[in-house]
């Protein structure tokens, strides 16, 4: 285990919630049995198909001398919905479940999303405990108490504020994680960084100039699975980024935990377009994708506000290409349709859209005063770009 450690998450006094977050590697018994002596060993574990055949041994192990119910879920953001939550509701019936038992989300986003609704709102409140397996969940989803599922209409249109007591970050699950899913958690980070006031994005350009060779404009000597690799190999490196994403989104929502607008709005920096962006695509972009876009669409769109401050598109798009995401629309994606999503947002006032729009580094704000033909502008940008 490379980091035998943990933060307490303290949140607002009116929450009066804490939240255990333990980050490790091959910790998930050492920290999870403790946890289940409250339910004598039972839980209804809502894990994630894939990672399931691809770590069903380690997390039997875990398991082991433990009453816990297995149900299957199939992750991915088609299966966010209300039919999928049925069976779930279905499953922990089945199981015997009573309000003592806990649920375990062991999955990334889309898992914990839907486990966690459903620990919120069966029985009216089942403990919950999140094991995010991919990047994306351990920076993000699995912290913050979001939860929820998507309707046709749009996405997370249904959703609780609904904190789990523990949450175990076991990095060993990140050994069989897809590419795809590896650029997700780094569009994230990007993200983070560009809202962290303490260097976190001077310190990633750092690392990957020293051993990435990103001061090469060509960056050829490294391909992007070398890249995850390198990454995953820095036990030190990978634990900073994690704690470093982790205690950025807690400093903003630490007095903003239902997102009422007074600092947590941050975090949704790229998600209005991205968003519109994964529904308009049948998603086909994946969040992280989607996520990368938005920044690039963010910033651009204060540009054209002329509200931006530092000259950081450029220097945004090559590290958003660095680790293989898009910095531009897919082709064949048409303004109507993502016109149309926009207006779905669940982040609209009064029919307007909020878009969070960075000013510089670490310098944020949100505006519903942006007129759509400034949005078009930078949607026509980002589709020849």
Known sequence: MFYDGHFLIMLDKIVNTEINYHLGENNLKQVLQPALRTSQGRALVV?????????????????????AFFYEFCGGETHKNLYEIQKIYQAALVSGADRSMPVIAIGGGVTGDMAGFVAATFMRG???????????????SSVGGKNGF??????????????????????SFLRTLPEKEWTNGFAEIIKTALLNTESLLEKIEAYCVQYLNYANDHNNEFSLSQKIITIYKDKNFLKYLIEASVKTKI??????????????????LGHTFAHSLEVSSDYKLAHGQAVAIGIIGALLLSDSLKILEEPIIARMKRLVCFWGLPAAIPQGLEWEKFAKNLSSDKKRKGGRNVFVLPLAEGKIIQSADVDLSHIKRVFDSLSVA
């Open 150 to 171: 998507d309707l046709p209409e749009g996405k997370n249109l249904v959703g609780t504020f609904y904190n789990p007591q523990l949450i175990i970050a076991d990095t």
């Open 251 to 268: 400093s903003l929502i630490m007095s903003d935990p239902f997102d009422l607008g007074k600092e947590r709005y941050k975090l949704n």
């Open 47 to 67: 894990v994630d198909r894939q990672v399931w055949l691809n770590q069903e041994k380690y997390i039997r192990e875990a398991f082991s001398d433990t009453k």
């Open 126 to 140: 089942l403990p919950l405990i999140q094991v995010p397996t991919s990047l994306l969940a351990m920076i993000d």
